[in-house]
């Protein structure tokens, strides 16, 4: 780090206020890095700078003008909205390229096309068996020579079977596959679900890291203004010269600061990039604004918790399992009867049809304990699935109160936060600025109050991310977007 050590001069003659606002501020203080410009600027100034002067009169100009520099580089520059957004600006883009392009979704999606083209084959009827007989192909009795072609040989016997599986098996056999496909379809939807829960913490984060990035870097640009601001008094003999190495100190914590923010930012950019199926290394824009947070509270948990039973798709998923385990346990119970085979029997001898006759078969079940030990199984598996669905359901209502208490407290944290928090450490910042003006305080307190600030809006963006971290939770436990 370069410390600037200066030689007071002889003269006590303090330098011209004019120059040390141009020397910090330029000719105009409305294009101070951050601060908004036209109309909406002009009339933020005019409220610092009126209520400044207002609680201290004799403040000088460059000192109201030092302030006005802080505050409004504290609040923040005002984004300009962009036309056409490149990816990451902002999470409708991110979630609709996500949709289209995960390579994890589209196998879901194919595994449930193909579970649900399962639904026919299970209840059709199974093809039928047609049976050759070829009887006396050594032609015992006549003066013929063995043969193996149906006209040349004693007689031919034909039979065409055909099984009929009875008591609404068929139908059994069709609802489970129907169920099937219910399952991977809910599985298919629980994916996306959980992957776009995923890519809103993740966009939230990054907003956050962003954010940290831009409020760092112009406070830095301040305070290397502030150590302008102290060089130049102290050459006029009206500070010392520790002011203007505390305020370089300043700028390197902060310089550091940002090296750890950059190394945050590629982290959650590679995190991100990864979701969306593509390079680590891929760009991504800086968010530009967060999510609107709906108004809920933990007055609200009784409703969401019955959209999430009815909407979730993880609870879905398993509420398809316990139909599936309910249609294989009454298929099971089904098979105590028998299942018939028809069929038709022409014979031929030599070139004609002499004879027809018509047969059915059926099974006996007699291995009564084998199938009793499948039907005991049958209802093991709908007990599992029952327990399983229930549990997954209380997981999922505990989960909602948790996330929906977390939103609540990040909302009224945020409210405290911008409410009383910063505007008294914006006040604690004219108080110190004031006194260090008059010679009351020491330059240390103003950086102090600079600090003050500058947390209470880190503070601010981490509510903000908290709450849509909290917000996605309860989309993904809801199964919709709110």
């Not at 020397?23 to 105009?28: L, M, Q």
């Not at 610092?48 to 109201?64: E, L």
């Not at 004609?352 to 199938?371: D, K, S, Y």
């Not at 009383?420 to 450490?425: A, D, E, I, K």
Request: glycine content about 6%; charged content about 25%.
């Amino acid at each position: 780090m370069h410390l600037a050590f200066f030689r007071r001069p002889s003269s006590r003659t303090a330098p011209r206020k004019t120059d040390c606002i141009a020397a910090v501020f330029g000719p105009r203080i409305a294009h101070v890095s951050g601060a908004p410009s036209g109309t909406q600027g002009e009339d933020e100034m005019t409220t610092v700078w009126g209520q400044a002067s207002t609680a201290w009169p004799d403040m000088p100009r460059w000192a109201g003008s030092l302030l006005m520099g802080l505050v409004l580089c504290a609040a923040g520059p005002v984004p300009a909205v962009a036309q056409d957004a490149p990816l990451g600006r902002d999470l409708p883009g991110l979630l609709a390229y996500a949709r289209a392009q995960s390579p994890e979704l589209r196998a879901m999606r194919e595994e449930a096309e193909a579970a649900a083209q399962r639904v026919g084959p299970a209840g059709a009827l199974p093809d039928p068996v047609l049976r050759v007989e070829l009887m006396n192909i050594n032609n015992y009795g006549n003066d013929a020579s063995p043969s193996l072609l149906p006209w040349k040989v004693g007689e031919t016997k034909y039979t065409l079977m055909q099984s009929l599986p009875l008591w609404g098996k068929r139908e059994l056999k069709r609802d489970a596959a129907a169920a099937d496909a219910r399952q991977a379809e809910a599985r298919t939807n629980a994916s996306w679900a959980e992957l776009a829960a995923r890519i809103k913490a993740a966009h939230a984060e990054y907003y956050r890291a962003a954010g940290n990035e831009r409020l760092t870097t112009e406070v830095l640009g301040l305070m290397t203004r502030l150590e302008q601001v102290a060089q130049a008094r102290y050459a006029g003999g009206l500070a010392a010269q520790a002011d203007a190495i505390r305020a370089q100190l300043e700028q390197t914590a902060m310089r550091s600061e940002l090296i750890m923010i950059d190394s945050e930012k590629r982290q959650i950019r590679a995190r991100l990039n990864a979701l969306l199926a593509r390079e680590s290394g891929a760009p991504l824009a800086d968010p530009l604004e967060l999510r609107a947070v709906p108004t809920l509270n933990t007055a609200d948990a009784s409703s969401l918790a019955e959209r999430a039973r009815s909407g979730n798709p993880q609870l879905q998923a398993e509420l398809a399992r316990v139909s599936i385990a309910q249609k294989s346990r009454d298929l099971t119970q089904r098979n105590r009867y028998p299942d018939l085979t028809v069929g038709l029997s022409p014979s031929q001898m030599g070139s004609r049809i002499t004879t027809w006759g018509v047969m059915f078969e059926m099974n006996i079940p007699l291995q009564q304990e084998a199938r009793r030990g499948q039907e005991r199984e049958a209802e093991a598996m709908v007990a599992a699935s029952r327990s399983r669905a229930d549990a997954l359901q209380q997981q999922l209502v505990g989960d909602l109160a948790v996330n929906l208490a977390g939103l609540e407290a990040a909302r009224r944290n945020e409210t405290l936060l911008k409410t009383q928090l910063l505007p008294q450490s914006e006040l604690g910042l004219q108080s110190a600025l004031a006194a260090y003006e008059n010679g009351k305080a020491e330059f240390a307190m103003l950086l102090e109050a600079q600090r003050q600030i500058r947390k209470a809006r880190q503070e601010i963006l981490k509510t903000q991310v908290e709450a849509q971290m909290r917000l996605a939770e309860i989309e993904r436990i809801v199964g919709e977007e709110l």
